[in-house]
């Protein structure tokens, strides 16, 4: 028995089930992202005047991801109308390229992870703060009763800041202000140098995860659930691109709609992106 | 809405941003002064640009192609 509908659109709602399919489960996604979206306004309204950090991400590794992701979105839309035109071959060839550009996005966000997991600040017991990236880990590290220990000491390749900084109180603005220099953001260039920090001489060693602070929070949610989305669009669209390209012989309409309806998906997934960048990166 | 429709919209957002941050680094190159500012801010205002262009070829290429 055959599925109606798959090609032809119905009558009632003028789509074909797929696409219909589709753009109700867009509007949950709209959803989904857009109360995220609302937090980070509500988070960032609510921060302390001048305590909200900028310029802690990389812009140009934005941008160039931004552009990975437009590229994207041509191949697979002109990939779609590549099959319209009946033309297989050209859209193996945009179709793959969209997969590849979908890889790099998922590499080069990963760098950035990498980037802010190795990237530490230090307070020591006299109050000065370190923070640069991690170098090195001396000693340490074996498990005793199921707890990891510690290391002796940390090599961080960095800038200091006095215990001036730490005392006023709100020793993150000035910090963030000028570390804004240090990533492609506005400022100056603060000099850095190697620091070999004992772990007796700490009171505190925090990495920039996700724990660091409410914007580094909303920071890896976002982009973290976007990635997500990114990945699960890559994997449909390979195995469309790949063993489910068998259609194309027993029912090319359907498969071209079948294109179509991952194409929007990924639109969508690029849109968000496209809100996502300014709003995280440069505002 | 077919991908077609939605491409548009997404070109035009696409064209909206990459406007923003030409202008946006163009302002950070007014503080800071350096030359990557620079060169950012033009490569984003000549990408906005070739978005235009991209946008007229797209719907010349796909004018038999309906919006819904």
Known sequence: ?283 | MSLKAFHVIFITSAFLLSAFLGGWCLLEFSNSRRVGDLLLGLLSLAGSVGLVVYGRYFLKKLKNIDYF
Request: aromatic share 14%.
């Open chain 1, 1 to 283: 028995m055959d599925i109606p509908y798959t090609v032809l659109p119905r009558r009632d709602t003028g789509l074909y089930n797929a696409k219909l399919g589709i753009w109700l489960f867009l509007a949950s996604e709209v959803m989904l992202f857009g109360a995220l979206f609302s937090s980070y306004i509500l988070l960032r309204v609510g921060a302390y005047p001048g305590a909200w950090p900028h310029g802690i991400l990389n812009v140009p590794i934005g941008t160039v991801n931004t552009m990975v992701l437009i590229c994207s979105s041509v191949t697979v839309v002109l990939g779609w109308a590549a099959l319209k035109a009946n033309n297989f071959a050209r859209y193996r060839k945009l179709q793959a390229i969209t997969i590849v550009c979908s890889m790099m996005f998922v590499c080069i966000k990963s760098y950035e992870y990498y980037d802010k997991f190795t990237h530490y600040e230090v307070v020591l017991k006299d109050g000065r703060v370190i923070d640069g990236h991690l170098i090195e880990k001396v000693g340490g590290g074996q498990m005793v009763n199921g707890v990891r220990q510690h290391p002796e000491s940390i090599i961080l390749h960095g800038v200091e800041f006095p215990a001036e900084m730490k005392a006023a109180g709100m020793a993150k603005v000035p910090l963030m202000e000028r570390l804004a220099g240090e990533h492609g953001g506005h400022g100056s260039h603060v000099e850095h140098k190697e620091y070999t920090i004992a772990w007796s001489d700490t009171a505190r060693v925090q990495n920039y995860g996700p724990w660091h602070n409410t914007y580094l929070a909303i920071y890896f949610t976002m982009t973290g659930l976007h990635a997500l989305h990114v990945i699960g669009g890559a994997l449909v669209m390979g195995w469309i691109w790949g063993p489910g390209a068998k259609l194309w012989k027993t029912d090319p309409e359907r498969y071209t709609n079948r294109v179509e309806v991952s194409g929007l998906f990924w639109h969508f997934v690029d849109l968000v992106w496209i809100f996502l960048f300014p709003i995280l990166y440069l505002l």
